[in-house]
Nanobody, 124 residues
Framework: QVQLVESGGGLVQPGGSLRLSCTAS????????MGWFRQGPGTERLLVAT???????VYADSVEGRATISRDNAGNTVYLQMNSLKPEDTAVYYC??????????????????WGQGTQVTVSS
């Protein structure tokens, strides 16, 4: 199967920047879509930014103009660069992937792989 490993969270001052990364690993798999969600205290998990299955990018209105999602050539690692951070960006950030993999001879599509989450705190 596939694992998603995130890194790059931490404490950032308002107005600062950070870069998150997420790498998908496993055997015999293809990433169909990959991106980032976040969940603040007492809130639901919401989209931040993602690459779609068509390769386009989608951003939440709340981060438009402040966030950039990018990926490596293989498409198995995605990065989220966030600038001009605000206290309301404080959340656990989760990597998400839609993946196709082979389990023996069986082709399996898993629409919702999640990373373990990385905490981002924006505070002075």
């Amino acid at each position: 199967q596939v694992q998603l490993v995130e890194s790059g969270g931490g404490l950032v001052q308002p107005g600062g920047s950070l870069r998150l990364s997420c790498t998908a690993s496993g055997t015999r798999f293809t990433v169909n879509a990959m991106g980032w969600f976040r969940q603040g205290p007492g809130t639901e998990r919401l989209l931040v930014a993602t690459f779609t299955t068509g390769g386009t990018t989608v951003y939440a209105d709340s981060v438009e103009g402040r966030a950039t999602i990018s990926r490596d050539n293989a498409g198995n690692t995605v990065y989220l660069q966030m600038n001009s951070l605000k206290p309301e960006d404080t959340a656990v950030y989760y990597c998400h992937a839609d993946v196709t993999y082979y389990d023996g001879s069986a082709r399996v599509r898993e629409y919702n792989y999640w990373g373990q989450g990385t905490q981002v705190t924006v505070s002075s």
